[in-house]
DNA sequence: AGAATAGTGTCTCTCAGACATTATTTG
DNA sequence: CAAATAATGTCTGAGAGACACTATTCT
């Protein structure tokens, strides 16, 4: 008996002003209905990354998305019956450009999952975990917005991520400060005032230095 | 033709004040020497950790150690001839109980690494720089001491890793504050005044919380 | 004019970083 | 008593967090 190795993907989105996974029917019915993550098996002559882009574009059409290595699970027991090794990766899509869900895909809150097959459930937890630590120490929130987003909006995918409402003052003090989003000249207009546009200054730095020793 | 599902093995520990890998002689004779990461094929029924474990306990002889995943790698040409995954794992060793080296398996300073096989020179290269990192916003600095330490002691094992010097009254000050160690009431004598002991504190939470937004 | 949203400043408190001297033990 | 190492406190500057009002546009 042989090992598969396959690629999974925990794939993220601001939806309706929340965060949601795109999951795959497993089928059960109403109202034992089980999800999975969407994935794919590793083939000869492909990279992990390419598996999971190759699985990305297959699933939602997306093509802008961010993907990012998140956990490998390998317990000979987690899927019955297989003896699968599967590297999970996390990806983030553009609200603008995420997929429409259809019949086998849809769209779930984060906040409320579904029941999920085998291990996928401590999965996702893990990688919504890894996102909010993440969100604290890099520039990662951007790829959940579109190229040119105004502060509200951003405030609103961060809290969204981290479920949490922050300080309006305070989060633009420190986002501005901290230089990794740039003003346009555009604004957005609609109901009251326009807000101007940002943007994501690419060349910063996208790992910013985390503190010296225990914050 | 099939994949191969291996566990790799970062190992580091504290000698002779300096961070220093544990490798694998894979031949070449001097001066073109080439060394490997310890590591072994995953087999059936069989965890990524067990076999990470297995393949410590089998190199090392050593049991008291620290594992965690680091990060799985998985490009068809990165060993030519072979498709292999590679989940590779960070050892930390304490520095009483670590290997002594023979034959086959030799500790290398980090900071001058000889020459690798394939892509485990940028392997090595990143787990170096995760500790790092972990080593800002983790206790996981401990794991290279032994149980009971000097605050001098695990200044020096910061130092170590981080490759640069720390200000002896600020680190005790932050070190304490983190609440993650405690005073023993044993010393350590030697030449000049003996030092209180401490010990890791392990109902202290692993991960502190990091920071909001970008440090 | 009123509703809606954007945009802005101050104060306090905690913590990081720089820095030098005293205390205790051994030989 | 000399040498060696341990242990300790203060000042300054930067940034986090709490907090309320003014500005601009649309209908």
Redesign the pocket.
Known sequence: MTIEVRVDLVLLSLRQESLQVFLESAGGGEPRETWRLPGCALVERQSLEQAAWGCLKGTTGGADAYLEQLYTYGDPDRVPGHRTVSCVYLGLLRSDGSAPGGEIHQWHRAARLPRLMHDQGAILKYALTRLRYKLEYTAVGFELLPQTF????LQGAYEAVLGEDL????F???IL?AGVIEATKS??????????LYRYRDDAVAEVKA?????
């Open positions: 105004t502060l509200t909006e300080d309006k003052r305070n633009r003090r420190r400060r604004h957005r207009s609609g109901e009251g005032r326009p807000a101007r503190r010296r020793l225990f914050p």
